[in-house]
């Protein structure tokens, strides 16, 4: 059973830092791509950053220079570094990826979300 935990999140005065982390089970995140995004209310969903297996990374331009995507690939996590934070960052973060299964096809999974909340 695939499962992706997202932890981290919490309340931060803007100009702070977070760090979130996405927990992997049953699914090894080296081999896969791997995206960091949020929802705020009442807007859609938005891809914010993403790592390859090869370790490239891609960040939506609201985020450029201040959000790093990190990948360990021994402890089968990835992380989200969020520096100097805007109250426009405050949304619930997903750490999400897809896997194709030999018999199942492809699969995206979902964690349960971390809230981020930035203040003024």
């Known amino acids: 059973q695939v499962r992706l935990v997202e932890s981290g999140g919490g309340l931060v005065q803007a100009g702070g830092s977070l760090r979130l982390s996405c927990a992997a089970s049953?699914?090894?995140?080296?081999?896969?791509?791997v995206g960091w995004h949020r929802q705020a209310p009442g807007k859609q969903r938005e891809l914010v950053a993403v790592?390859?297996?090869?370790?490239?990374?891609n960040y939506v331009d609201s985020v450029k220079g201040r959000f790093t995507i990190s990948r360990d690939v021994s402890k089968n996590m990835v992380y989200l570094q969020m520096n100097s934070l805007k109250p426009e960052d405050t949304a619930v973060y997903y750490c999400?990826?897809?896997?194709?299964?030999?018999?199942?096809?492809?699969?995206?999974?979902w964690g349960q979300g971390t809230q981020v909340t930035v203040s003024a």
């Open positions: 049953g699914i090894i995140f080296g081999a896969n791509v």
């Open positions: 790592i390859t297996s090869g370790g490239s990374t």
């Open positions: 999400n990826t897809k896997f194709t299964w030999a018999t199942a096809g492809t699969i995206d999974y």
